[in-house]
């Protein structure tokens, strides 16, 4: 059995928002050619809410907040992005590698 990729939604405006059109792609595994979870589809309506909600965060303050926060602050967050990023690129390599175990 392939592993599932854990469903996920569109992160808009600071929050997890289902896609306007509410549609999904699903995710196949190569190997086996079966579906193993799915992604939102975002369309061109997402892309727009997104540019809006990240046009009104940024009028809000300049970017303010981020520039006057202490390097440390800022190591912390960029510390957790390289996390999850260092964490998602594991998981791709780990489902491609089942994947290619059920063959």
């Not at 309506?45 to 809000?60: L, M, Q, S, T, W």
């Not at 260092?86 to 994947?99: A, D, K, M, P």
Request: proline share 6%; with cysteine.
């Amino acid at each position: 059995m392939a592993p599932e990729i854990p469903s996920r939604q569109l992160f808009i405006g600071g929050e997890w928002v289902v896609p306007v059109r509410g549609e999904r792609i699903p995710v196949i595994c190569p190997a086996t050619e079966l579906q193993i979870g799915d992604i939102p589809a975002g369309t061109s309506e997402d892309v727009d809410i997104a540019v809006k909600a990240a046009r009104e965060a940024f009028a809000r303050n300049k970017g303010q907040d981020w520039s006057r926060a202490s390097g440390k602050h800022r190591a912390k967050y960029l510390r957790a992005i390289a996390a999850k990023v260092r964490t998602g690129t594991f998981l791709v390599w780990l489902s491609e590698y089942i994947c290619y175990q059920l063959q």
